[in-house]
């Protein structure tokens, strides 16, 4: 679903996309940032974050995420940004769906925390007892 460890053109135009139940505005701020920062570090273009608020998780159809689709069907788009794959849906099959339509656009779906990189147990222990 990502594409870590692939070398990127700094000229890539990426999307965010963002969907949450509750409208908490600080929040999605902060998920705004997480992209935007995460994009500078990659070297891609952030166009713009795609947000769909106050919709139920199972819901499939978005006005954010349906304008999300658009861009994504322009020829400098690379791919969607998404902090966590349950800002796509937190609901499995609702999920799976979105991600099908993402990758019929031709499209890297790009996971910010499938790209962090996990420590493994020694490196936790030092760090909690060290």
Same mark, same amino acid.
């Given at each position: ?9 700094? !000229? @890539?135009?990426?999307? +965010? #996309?963002?969907?949450?139940? @509750?409208a ?8 705004? !940032? ?18 769909d ?10 006005? +954010?995420?349906?304008? =999300?689709?658009?861009?994504? *069907?322009?020829?400098?788009? #690379?791919?969607? &940004? ?7 849906? *937190? ?12 990758? !019929? ?5 790009? &996971?910010?925390?499938?790209? =962090?990189?996990?420590?493994?147990a ?6 909690? !007892? +060290?």
């Open positions: 679903m990502t594409t870590s460890g692939n070398t990127r053109d700094a !000229h @890539q135009v990426v999307w +965010g #996309y963002l969907h949450t139940e @509750q908490d505005e600080i929040e999605i701020a902060a998920l705004r !940032h997480e992209i935007a920062a995460f994009c500078r570090r990659r070297g891609l273009k952030l166009a713009g974050v795609r947000i608020r106050r919709l139920p998780t199972d819901q499939i159809v978005r006005p +954010g995420f349906s304008a =999300l689709l658009e861009v994504l *069907e322009l020829r400098e788009s #690379y791919g969607v &940004v998404v902090p966590h794959l349950d800002r796509l849906s *937190e609901e499995v099959n609702a999920r799976a769906l979105l991600t099908q339509r993402i990758k !019929h656009t031709a499209t890297e779906l790009i &996971v910010i925390d499938d790209e =962090l990189p996990t420590p493994d020694d490196t936790w222990a030092k760090g909690r !007892h +060290g």
